[in-house]
């Protein structure tokens, strides 16, 4: 398929482990963003990739988690040291490039739903 | 601190009737609004996006932007019952590196 994806689709471990989330944007997607929901809670963002500029990392809550984007392309969240505040699922979204028109919305994966124990 | 505010609901309308989504955001340099609709334990999928004041039509969808006040809303015509989900409400502006802002989301429930 030519969507956004996510692996693993359900991820549980124990408090204290490290986790990887891996991303997929769609191909040709230069901006891809991490998203974070709890139950019944609205989006929470993590970090921002646009093309090869500075990551925006404003939304990490703490030290535990770092992102990388390798070629422009796949993106891998990683949580070291799990608490079990950080059960949530874990969202990624890919647009084009910002530009006029608004024709950049974001397309979301399905999301990794991480639980910790 | 840019922000999207919106009103958590839920909203309840009769099947049938029009179901208004409003949102209201602080930063004047957002040019570009998305509307996503998020049904419960899927992600969200987009319904409209709108760039310009006025009214912008798509089926039972209508948005509406108001750039001088600040407000986007979503009216759904014909409501269904199938519509029920969360509807979230994203700006963003133009410039390189700008991120999406999003609500925390408005939950319409509509009624059979």
């Known amino acids: 398929g030519a969507g956004v994806s996510q692996s693993p689709s359900n991820k549980v471990t124990e408090k204290g482990k490290d986790v990887e989330l891996r991303c997929d944007p769609i191909?040709?997607?230069?901006?891809l963003y991490w998203y974070r929901q709890s139950l019944g809670q609205g989006l929470e963002f993590l970090i921002y990739?646009?093309?090869?500029?500075?990551?925006?990392k404003s939304g990490l809550p703490s030290d535990r988690f770092s992102a990388e984007r390798t070629g422009g392309s796949v993106s891998t969240l990683t949580i070291q040291r799990t608490q079990q505040e950080d059960s949530a699922v874990y969202l990624c979204a890919s647009s084009l490039g910002p530009g006029r028109g608004g024709v950049n919305e974001q397309f979301f994966g399905p999301g990794t739903r991480l639980t910790v124990l | 601190q840019k922000e999207v505010e919106q009103n958590s609901g839920p909203l309840s309308v009769p099947e049938g009737a029009i179901a208004s989504l409003n949102c209201t955001y602080s930063d004047r340099g957002s040019q570009s609004f998305f509307w996503y609709r998020q049904y419960s334990g899927k992600s969200p999928e987009l319904i409209m996006f709108?760039?310009?004041?006025g009214d912008k039509e798509d089926g039972r969808f209508t948005a509406q932007l108001n750039k001088a006040s600040q407000y986007v809303s979503l009216l759904i015509r014909d409501s269904q019952p199938s519509d029920s989900a969360t509807y979230l409400c994203a700006g963003r502006g133009d410039n390189y590196g700008q991120n999406f802002v999003f609500g925390p989301g408005t939950r319409l429930s509509v009624l059979p």
């Open positions: 990739f646009q093309g090869n500029s500075a990551p925006d």
């Open positions: 191909s040709g997607h230069t901006a």
């Open positions: 709108i760039y310009s004041n």
